[in-house]
């Protein structure tokens, strides 16, 4: 059989080319970034400029107490001290509170008659949002702590430091951790040179605080600082307020406060027992709870030192 001549074939319609229909950027993506040029140093209008000067954050050393030295010419760094302390550059000021960790632990006596205003500028720094700033500050209040002790407690200094030991507890209780582990040392700071006695009476008024992580903050540094006291000092104090107050703390939300709390309990158990001014030993402690707690209070107080 003979084969059929192609060109008898239909001819093939070639296919029509299908249609792209071309949709403006702007509209698939209303806000698709401009790019960037290939070349870094053209000028482009909606990127801000870097500026070569500014300095960067980590620029900022954060120099440890051992290691700061005595200041040359103080009398003559004194003099522009809060000038640069108010100045509106935080770089400034960082520098200027370095000034003053050098003459706290080395020149203590030029700080005093202005040591009000510079708690005051303590503070300030520790609530302003530049950690960097936040951090030196924290730095510098410690080394106050550790040059005036119980001196900062005097009436021209004592309110300006209820608002310095309030930002310290703050700080200690926010998330960002090196400012938070800065203001646990300079609290730990803070109840190794100021007396107890003195000290809870500034740190009491935080274990009802809103704020719950303040609450546990503070009855750590309540913990630490009844710790030091001996029995003489419970006792001018008051076993009852202690008792009261660790009371409380075993009741807060978070397990920080209420380990503060045990702890705070064990040791006034110990000082109550060893006071010689009470009645028999036998049955002691759970007869002091009954006379100055609640009821639950006071089971909770004997199951708790029983359990140790």
Known sequence: MAL???????????????????????ITNPIAKPKQPADSNVNNENIAPLDPVAPAVDSIDYV????????????????????????????KVCDSLNDVRRMALYHSTLLLPILEKVVLVLVKAMKNPRSALCKTSIMAASDVFKSYGDKLLEST??????????????????????????????????????????????????????????????????????????????RDYGFVLLVQMAAELLKDRLPEAREAARSIVLVIY????EDR?????????????QVN??????????????SQ
Request: charged share 30%; glycine share 4%; proline share 4%.
């Open 157 to 234: 200094t004592c309110d300006a430091v209820d608002h310095m030991i309030l930002q310290l507890l703050l700080k200690a209780s926010q998330d960002k951790k090196f400012v938070c582990e800065e203001a646990e040392k300079t609290l730990k700071t803070m109840v190794e040179f100021i007396a107890p006695i003195p000290l809870l009476q500034k740190l009491k008024v935080y274990v009802s605080h809103g704020n719950m992580r303040v609450r546990a903050k503070a009855a750590v540094s309540i913990s630490h600082s009844v710790s030091k006291m001996d029995v003489g000092e419970m």
């Open 4 to 26: 059929r001549s192609l060109d008898n074939t239909l001819p093939l319609t070639p296919e029509r080319p299908k249609k792209v229909i071309k949709v403006s950027n702007s």
């Open 270 to 273: 110990k000082a109550v027992m």
């Open 293 to 306: 707690l609640s009821v639950i209070d006071a089971l909770t107080m004997v199951k708790l030192v029983a």
């Open 64 to 91: 440890s107490s051992e290691d700061l030295k005595p200041l040359s010419e103080p009398d003559v760094k004194f003099q522009g001290l809060m000038e640069g302390l108010e100045s509106k550059d935080w770089l």
């Open 277 to 289: 001014s009470g009645e028999e030993e036998e049955g002691k402690w759970q007869k002091f709870c």
